[in-house]
């Protein structure tokens, strides 16, 4: 069926290091994908997405790529802070009206 | 002035019970939806619901069943409930299906014991 794969499941890294989360989808027709950033006990934010037609997108310390030929798209963000730590959830829009999130990166920024 | 709100926040009950939670948003989205998440942080999708279309995912039991008074409310009732129903509920918003960033309620944690 239908899914989003999302690697790695944790990650830390030195604050001021980048982190990079990646994610692959498995419908071709797929043209939305974006990012959310859920801390603990809160909801999920939507913090950047990306349409089919673009292939970089930017804001401030992140950005998301896409390769709509590979089918994965990753979010990357530089010079981490602790308060970045969270856990990070991709998305795809899919055809049939459903929109699949994948697993989670829970990623820790060590002051 | 919340735009997603949620009732109750957190909610314990017995199994067998029978309970609902609220949604409501004040965004003028098209789009509602129901997702669950569970102890590892899976978010999955239950229902898509706009004025027109009600999407069901064929996985969530018959038990849970989504109610929409109106464009702005989506309302989550579930019937006899299991110990395997407890986890977070969210509630979210679009202004169209799909090809928007959601907007998320505050979540309701739902202990079943």
């Known amino acids: 069926g239908e899914n989003v794969e999302q690697h790695p499941s944790t990650l830390s890294v030195q604050e001021g290091d980048s982190a990079v989360i990646k994610c692959t989808y498995s419908?071709?027709?797929?043209?939305?994908f974006p990012w959310y950033k859920q801390e603990l006990g809160k909801r999920p934010q939507l913090i950047i997405d990306?349409?089919?037609?673009?292939g970089e997108k930017k804001d401030q310390r992140i950005a998301v790529t896409l390769n709509k030929t590979a089918k994965h798209f990753s979010l990357h963000i530089t010079e981490t802070q602790p308060e970045d730590s969270a856990v990070y959830f991709c998305?795809?829009?899919?055809?049939?009206?459903?929109?699949?999130f994948g697993t989670g990166t829970s990623l820790t920024v060590i002051p | 002035d919340t735009a997603v709100s949620q009732t109750p926040k957190y909610l314990v009950t017995q199994m067998g019970n029978d309970k609902s939670i609220k949604c409501e948003q004040n965004?003028?989205?098209?789009?509602m939806y129901w997702y669950k998440q569970d102890s590892k942080k899976f978010l999955k999708i239950m229902f898509s619901?706009?004025?027109?279309?009600?999407?069901i995912n064929e996985t969530v039991p018959n038990r849970f069943s989504p109610k929409s008074p109106d464009k702005a409310h989506l309302n989550l009732h579930i019937n006899s409930l299991e110990l395997g129903d407890s986890a977070v509920y969210f509630c979210a918003s679009s202004p169209q299906q799909h090809h928007y960033g959601y907007t998320f309620g505050s979540g309701t944690r739902l202990t079943v014991v």
């Open positions: 998305a795809a829009d899919f055809t049939g009206n459903q929109f699949y």
């Open positions: 990306i349409r089919s037609n673009v």
């Open positions: 965004l003028g989205h098209d789009t």
């Open positions: 619901y706009n004025n027109k279309e009600l999407i």
């Open positions: 419908d071709s027709a797929s043209n939305y």
